[in-house]
Nanobody, 124 residues
Framework: QVQLVESGGGLVQAGGSLRLSCAAS????????MGWFRQAPGKEREFVAA???????WVADSVKGRFSITRDNTKHTSYLQMDNLGADDTAVYYC??????????????????WGQGTQVTVED
């Protein structure tokens, strides 16, 4: 079993930046895709970004140009860099992983292991 722990959330002014981290522990062997999702109050969960074991990336159109995803396989950690944040980015951000044999997994149901989430609040 893999445990995922997010960190780096908080309160930021509009236009500011945050960097979220997702650290994996436990059974970390395997070429997982790491993904980031978010859920705002009253809204459905949104798939935000993903990165494969070999660092192929995908970012949702809603955040393209502002968010970027990276990973450090030696530390079993993925990062979500969020720049030029706006009020619409306020949400709980979750990381998750999916077994993908090195490919980039973009099917949300394939993400089986989830972190507890970290709150991001953007003030105008």
């Amino acid at each position: 079993q893999v445990q995922l722990v997010e960190s780096g959330g908080g309160l930021v002014q509009a236009g500011g930046s945050l960097r979220l981290s997702c650290a994996a522990s436990g059974r970390t062997s395997g070429m997982f895709t790491m993904g980031w999702f978010r859920q705002a109050p009253g809204k459905e969960r949104e798939f935000v970004a993903a990165i494969s074991w070999v660092r192929t990336t995908w970012v949702a159109d809603s955040v393209k140009g502002r968010f970027s995803i990276t990973r450090d396989n030696t530390k079993h950690t993925s990062y979500l860099q969020m720049d030029n944040l706006g009020a619409d980015d306020t949400a709980v951000y979750y990381c998750a992983n999916a077994p993908a044999l090195g490919e980039l997994e973009l099917s949300p149901p394939k993400y089986k292991n989830w972190g507890q989430g970290t709150q991001v609040t953007v003030e105008d």
